[in-house]
C-alpha cells in the first residue's frame, strides 16, 4: 500500500516536474517525426519513433532550460513562463491531431511514390494510434531519464560531504562522461559484440529444412571439396545449394532476344566456393584460394570475389543473375568473417568487413596475378550494403579498383564508406548527390534507375573506358544516406532535386532527420518494398554486372529478358 501511495504521488507530480522549455521542444520533435523520409513507416513503427523523438525533443528542451538558469534568465523569464505553459497545453492537442492527420496523408504519398499500393480499411485510419503508442515509448524512457539524473544528483550529494560542492558536481559529471566513453569507444560495446557473436553462433550453426549438401563437385561443402559441410555455417550452406541449375541456364541462352547465346550443351556448372569463419581471416581466405584451385575456377571466363553482409549472407540475386549473365562459366569466391546479423555489424562492427574485404581479395588477387594474362579469368568484385563497405575496404581509389580487377560494381554503399564518399564529394558540378557524375563518367557511374531512365548509366554521352567501376544506388534507400551527420547538417540530397521515388515533401530537421533515418535504415529492404526502390537491388544487377563485361553480341533487350527472369525467380532465402 505505502508503493501504491507512492506512485500516485509521483504520478499527480510528474507533470508538474515537466519543464516548460522541454515540454514544448519534446511537442515539436513528436510532431516534426511525423513529417515523411523515405519508406512508409505505418502507425506502429511511427508511433514508437514519435516517442522517441518527444524523449530526444525533452532532452534537447532540458539543455536550453539549464542554459536559461546558468545564466540567471530564470527570474526575467518569470512573468511569461505561466501564459507560455498554457499556450503549449492549448495549442498540444491541435498540434498532435493536426501532425497525425498529415502524417498518414504522408504516409500514403510515400508508398505511391515507391509504387507500393495504398493503405486501405484498418491501414488507412490506424494512425489515430500513433499518440498513444508514443507514450507508452516516450513514458518509460523519459523515467529512466530521469532516474539517472537523480543517480548523479545523489552521487553529486554523496561526494559533496568530503569535497565542495562545485567538485563534487564535476565528479558526478566525469564519472557519466566515462561511462559513455566507455559505451562509446569500444571498451564496453566490444564485450557486448563478443557476446552477441558467441550466442548468434547458435544461429551460424543451424541447419535449414530443404538445404542438403551438394553432390557437385564445383560446390564448397561438397564430398569433393576441402571445406566442411558444417564449417559452412548457416548463410554458406544456403549460398552452395542455390543458384541456377544448368537446365534454367540453358532455357535463358537460348531465349535471349539477340540469339546470341550460348549453345546447351556448352553451358557449364557454375562454381560456388565459400569457406567458413574462423578467427584469423587471412587463414580464412587463404582456403577460399585453396578451394579456387581445387574446383578449376582459374579455367572460367569470370571470376568474382564477393564480400558478404554480417553473418556471412550473399544476395541470391547477385550471384543468380552473374551466372544467368555468363551462362555458367563462372567462379564466384565469397567467406564468412561473423556471426552478427547485418544491421548488428552495421551500427558497432565496421572493422570486421573491411578486414575480411581486404584479405579475400588481396589473396585472391595474389594468386590469379601469377596465371598468364590470357589464360585467367576475367576478375570482377562486388558486394552489397556492408559487403560493399568491406569490398571497397581492399582498394585505395576507383583507379586502384581498374588497375587490379576487370570491373566493379558496388551496390547499396553504406555513406560512411571511404572511397564512395571521396568519390561523391569530388562530383561534377551541378550533379547531385543521389546520381552523381564523376569526371563525365569517364570510368566511374552511378545506376540510380531503370533501363533507358535518368538512371541508367550507359546513356551518358562520354566514352566509358574499360575496367569500369559502378555504383548501384537507390535515391530512397536508407542504407547509404543514413548519417549522424544528420543530426546536425542538412544532406546535399534534401537541398537538391528529389530523386526518383523521394517525395518532395521532405524536409530536413535538425535530430528528428535522423532518427527518421534511422528507422528508414532498419525498413528499406523490407520485404513490402518493391524491386527497384529502398534497398532492394535484384533488377539492377543485370544492368551493372553486364556494363561491367556482358557476352559479345548482348543488347539491352537481352538485359531487359535477364531482369524478367530474375524477376520470376523464387528467392530461397
Not at 530526444?56 to 518569470?78: E, I, K, M, P, T
Not at 564468412?336 to 585472391?364: M, T
Amino acid at each position: 500500500m505505502a508503493l501504491a501511495r507512492r506512485v500516485r504521488a509521483w504520478a499527480r507530480a510528474y507533470p508538474a516536474r515537466l519543464g516548460t522549455a522541454a515540454s514544448a521542444v519534446a511537442l515539436v520533435f513528436a510532431c516534426v517525426s511525423l513529417t515523411p523520409t523515405l519508406i512508409p513507416r505505418g502507425w506502429a513503427v511511427q508511433g514508437a519513433l514519435t516517442g522517441l523523438a518527444a524523449v530526444s525533443g525533452y532532452g534537447v528542451g532540458a539543455v536550453l532550460g539549464w542554459l536559461v538558469r546558468s545564466f540567471d534568465l530564470r527570474d526575467r523569464l518569470a512573468p511569461v513562463r505561466r501564459p507560455v505553459r498554457r499556450v503549449v497545453a492549448v495549442v498540444a492537442p491541435v498540434a498532435v491531431v493536426v501532425s497525425v492527420v498529415l502524417g498518414a496523408r504522408w504516409d500514403q504519398d510515400v508508398r505511391a511514390a515507391l509504387t507500393m499500393p495504398a493503405s486501405s480499411g484498418w491501414g488507412s485510419w490506424a494512425y489515430v494510434l500513433v499518440p498513444p503508442v508514443a507514450v507508452v515509448v516516450a513514458v518509460p524512457v523519459l523515467a529512466f531519464a530521469r532516474w539517472l539524473r537523480g543517480v548523479s544528483r545523489r552521487l553529486a550529494r554523496l561526494v559533496g560531504r568530503v569535497v565542495p560542492a562545485s567538485i563534487a558536481r564535476a565528479v558526478s559529471v566525469l564519472v557519466v562522461a566515462v561511462l559513455a566513453w566507455g559505451a562509446f569507444s569500444g571498451v564496453i560495446w566490444d564485450g557486448v559484440l563478443s557476446a552477441l557473436n558467441a550466442s548468434f553462433a547458435a544461429v551460424n550453426a543451424s541447419y535449414d529444412e530443404g538445404v542438403d549438401r551438394p553432390t557437385a563437385a564445383e560446390r564448397s561443402g561438397s564430398p569433393d571439396s576441402l571445406e566442411s559441410w558444417d564449417h559452412l555455417g548457416r548463410e554458406g550452406r544456403r549460398f552452395v545449394t542455390g543458384g541456377p541449375t544448368t537446365a534454367e541456364l540453358a532455357d535463358l541462352e537460348a531465349a535471349l532476344p539477340s540469339g546470341t547465346g550460348v549453345p546447351a550443351a556448352e553451358v557449364r556448372q557454375p562454381i560456388r566456393v565459400y569457406a567458413g569463419q574462423e578467427d584469423d581471416v587471412e587463414a580464412t581466405a587463404a582456403r577460399v584460394v585453396a578451394e579456387l584451385d581445387r574446383t578449376h575456377a582459374w579455367d572460367r571466363d569470370y571470376l568474382l570475389v564477393v564480400t558478404t553482409t554480417g553473418s556471412g549472407w550473399v544476395d541470391w540475386s547477385m550471384a543468380d543473375t552473374f551466372e544467368l549473365l555468363h551462362g555458367g562459366d563462372t567462379a564466384i569466391a565469397t567467406m564468412q568473417y561473423s556471426n552478427l546479423p547485418s544491421w548488428l555489424s552495421f551500427i558497432g562492427d565496421r572493422e570486421h568487413p573491411a578486414h575480411a574485404g581486404l584479405a579475400l581479395f588481396d589473396a585472391v588477387y595474389a594468386r590469379w596475378s601469377q596465371l598468364p594474362a590470357d589464360h585467367r579469368p576475367k576478375l570482377e568484385v562486388s558486394g552489397i550494403s556492408l559487403g560493399s563497405f568491406g569490398m571497397q575496404a581492399a582498394f585505395s581509389s576507383p583507379h586502384d579498383v581498374a588497375s587490379r580487377t576487370d570491373g566493379a560494381l558496388f551496390v547499396g554503399t553504406p555513406s560512411f564508406t571511404p572511397m564512395w564518399s571521396t568519390v561523391t564529394d569530388d562530383r561534377d558540378a551541378g550533379t547531385p548527390e543521389v546520381a552523381p557524375v564523376v569526371d563525365g563518367g569517364a570510368q566511374v557511374r552511378f545506376l540510380t534507375g531503370p533501363p533507358g531512365s535518368t538512371g541508367d548509366p550507359l546513356l551518358l554521352p562520354a566514352t566509358w573506358r574499360q575496367p569500369r567501376v559502378v555504383y548501384a544506388q537507390h535515391p530512397s534507400d536508407g542504407v547509404t544516406w543514413w548519417s549522424p551527420e544528420t543530426i546536425w547538417d542538412p544532406p546535399d540530397w534534401l537541398s537538391e532535386p528529389r530523386g526518383r521515388g523521394v517525395v518532395a515533401a521532405i524536409r530536413w530537421f535538425p535530430v528528428v532527420t535522423f532518427e527518421q533515418l534511422t528507422v528508414d535504415l532498419f525498413f528499406a529492404a523490407g520485404a513490402d518494398v518493391p524491386m527497384g526502390y529502398g534497398h532492394h537491388f535484384e533488377l539492377e544487377y543485370a544492368q551493372g554486372f553486364a556494363a561491367l563485361g556482358a557476352p559479345e553480341g548482348w543488347t539491352a533487350e537481352d538485359t531487359a529478358a535477364l531482369q524478367h527472369v530474375v524477376e520470376q525467380r523464387e528467392p530461397r532465402f
